[in-house]
C-alpha cells in the first residue's frame, strides 16, 4: 500500500488556530504526520510506503495535494490518502462549546467507509473518555461531505477531524504531548490494519 499523509493547511492559512493562538493546525497536523512516519520507520511494514502531499509549511493548494496522490504510478485500490485536520464550530475568534473526534468520506459507500470505520473503532478503543461524533444514517460511523480532497481523489481516502480546535477542554488535549503520540500511535495501527486488508 501506498500512504499518502495529508497534513492540514499552512502557516499562510487564515484562521486555523485556537482563539488564544496556542494551538496552530497546521503545525499540529504535520507533527502527527512527523510521529506516525517515524512510526512507520521504525517498525518497517512489509510492501508499504508513505508518501507527504505537502512537505511544506505553506498550503500548496487543494489540487496540488490530490494531484500527489492521483498521479502516483501504481492502481488507485493500493492507495489510501489520510488528511488530519482538528475541527473548529466557529470563526477562530472565541471558544465554542462543540467537542470530539469524527471521520469524514465521500459520498457514497466506498471502501473509504470501511477505512473511516477503523480509524474511529480504533480511536474510541484507545481513547474512551474522549467524545467521538458520528454519523450512522447510512449504517456507519464516518460523516460524508464533498470535501474537494475526498471528491476528487481517485483512491479511498478519509479525512479526520481531531476534536475542536476552538474548545477549551479539546486544546488542552490536543496540545498534550503524550494525547500526540497516543493519537499518531492508535492511527498507526489503524493504517496497518487497512494495509493488512489488501
Known amino acids: 500500500m ?31 504526520c512527523s510521529i506516525i512516519m517515524d512510526l ?34 501504481i492502481k488507485p485500490s493500493l492507495k489510501f490518502f489520510l488528511s488530519i485536520h482538528a475541527n473548529a464550530a466557529g470563526k477562530g475568534d472565541k471558544w465554542m462549546n462543540a467537542r470530539g473526534f469524527s471521520v469524514w468520506t465521500h459520498i457514497g459507500q466506498t471502501r473509504s467507509d470501511e477505512y473511516a470505520t477503523i480509524i474511529y473503532n480504533n480511536f474510541k478503543k484507545d481513547f474512551p473518555d474522549i467524545p467521538t461524533r458520528k454519523d450512522y444514517s447510512d449504517g456507519d460511523p464516518d460523516f460524508e461531505q464533498n470535501f474537494y480532497v475526498l471528491a476528487k481523489t481517485i483512491c479511498p481516502a478519509v479525512l479526520i477531524e481531531t476534536l475542536f480546535q476552538d474548545n477549551k477542554k479539546d486544546v488542552e488535549i490536543l496540545l498534550d504531548p503524550e ?19 489488501y
Open 179 to 197: 494525547f500526540k503520540h497516543k493519537f499518531a500511535l492508535s492511527l498507526f495501527r489503524s493504517i496497518i490494519q487497512i494495509n493488512n486488508s
Open 40 to 73: 512507520i520507520y521504525q517498525n518497517q511494514p512489509k510492501n508499504f510506503k508513505v508518501i507527504l502531499t505537502n512537505e511544506s509549511e505553506y498550503e500548496i493548494g487543494l489540487p496540488a495535494r490530490v494531484k500527489v496522490a492521483n498521479n502516483y504510478p
Open 2 to 32: 501506498i500512504l499518502f499523509l495529508d497534513p492540514a493547511h499552512g502557516k499562510d492559512t487564515p484562521g486555523k488556530r485556537s482563539p488564544d493562538g496556542k494551538f496552530r493546525e497546521y503545525l499540529w497536523s504535520r507533527e502527527i
